[in-house]
């Protein structure tokens, strides 16, 4: 079985401060890894996503993750926060060798203050 | 624009009602999905499709009923809800293959429900 862990229900920030937003997961074998943002009023969008290789991962908008696989994290991160970032961020498990249908966190709503 | 369309993005229906919600995706994937987004609560994943095909089905009330005529479409018919139905209903597609793993979910804007 896998889990989702995002750590935060809620982070707020103000606007061109940095973020993190924390994710954990649990599994038994390799994972593929995901995040998604969605903005009020619509679906989820993917941001970036780890699939192998580099454990530094870039994404849309300033985005980036790090894989770590010794503290099973994939924590998101960015420089600096605009208002418009203002969203709900989700993670996303996805196990090797399973049915390959993601297991999604809770989410983790980012408050971008002026 | 997304590649995923969901209509209505708004529906308000009686508990008696019923109404149909549909998707569809202009993307060539092979597996459809329909996830519900509660307040406060983890995305829940209803049903998936893959080439027609339901191939889940995560424990949900008879009164949800799918239906997947082609890779491109997917509905969700309501008959008989709860309050406690209300929710913003997301269809998401994905490729899915032996070289297609890992590949990620495109969603809809989803349709917001509202049972009253």
């Known amino acids: 079985a896998q889990s989702v862990t995002q750590l935060d229900s809620q982070v707020p920030v103000f606007e061109e401060a940095p973020v993190e937003l924390r994710c954990n997961y649990s599994s038994s074998v390799s994972v593929y890894l995901f995040w998604y943002v969605q903005y009020p009023n619509q679906g989820l969008q993917l941001l970036l996503k780890?699939?192998?290789?580099?454990?530094l991962v870039k994404g849309i908008n300033g985005f980036e993750a790090e894989f770590n696989k010794s503290q099973t994290s994939f924590h998101l991160r960015k420089p600096s926060v605009h208002i418009s970032d203002t969203a709900e961020y989700f993670c996303?498990?996805?196990?090797?060798?399973?049915?390959?249908?993601?297991?999604f966190g809770r989410g983790t709503s980012l408050i971008v203050h002026p | 624009e997304t590649g995923v369309t969901q209509t209505p993005r708004h529906l308000v229906m009686g508990m008696t009602n019923k109404k149909s919600l549909k998707c569809e995706q202009h993307l060539g994937h092979n597996a459809m999905y329909w996830y519900k987004q509660s307040a406060k609560k983890p995305l829940e994943l209803m049903f998936v499709?893959?080439?027609?095909?339901?191939?889940e089905n995560n424990s949900v009330p008879s009164r949800f009923s799918p239906e997947c005529p082609n890779s491109s479409h997917l509905f969700l018919h309501l008959h008989t809800l709860q309050p406690e139905d209300s929710a913003l209903y997301l269809c998401?597609?994905?490729?899915?293959?032996?070289?297609?793993?890992?590949?990620?979910?495109?969603f809809g804007n989803g349709t917001r429900l509202t049972v009253t």
């Open positions: 780890y699939l192998s290789g580099s454990t």
């Open positions: 499709y893959n080439f027609k095909e339901q191939t």
């Open positions: 996303a498990v996805i196990r090797s060798g399973g049915s390959y249908i993601p297991t």
């Open positions: 998401a597609s994905r490729e899915t293959g032996t070289s297609s793993y890992n590949s990620p979910l495109h």
